[in-house]
């Protein structure tokens, strides 16, 4: 059964910071690669980062510069640093995992709130 979990969302004044962890079971983490998405009330799920399984990694021009995505194999975690934040970064954030014959999994998001 996979299972992807993400934590580390809370509440959080601008200019602050947070690290979300997704750690994942149930699939062989070295062969996904990673990515977070964001979905604010009223809004699509939007695409936030992504890291590759050789460690490349991507990033919306709207977090570019204050976030960044990182993974641990040996843990079968990825993370998102969020560094300065903005009350627009206020969202559900949900981690995704998807390898090269199409299999891609959710988790069930955690919320970040960010207040001015």
């Known amino acids: 059964q996979v299972q992807l979990v993400e934590s580390g969302g809370g509440k959080v004044q601008a200019g602050g910071s947070l690290r979300l962890s997704c750690t994942t079971s149930?699939?062989?983490?070295?062969?996904?690669?990673m990515a977070w998405y964001r979905q604010a009330p009223g809004n699509q799920r939007e695409y936030v980062a992504t890291i590759t399984t050789g460690n490349t990694t991507n990033y919306a021009d709207s977090v570019k510069g204050r976030f960044t995505i990182s993974r641990d194999n040996a843990k079968n975690t990825a993370y998102l640093q969020m560094n300065s934040l903005k009350p627009e970064d206020t969202a559900v954030y949900y981690c995704n995992a998807g390898n090269a014959i199409g299999n891609t999994f959710w988790g069930q998001g955690t919320q970040v709130t960010v207040s001015s």
């Open positions: 149930g699939i062989i983490f070295k062969f996904y690669a």
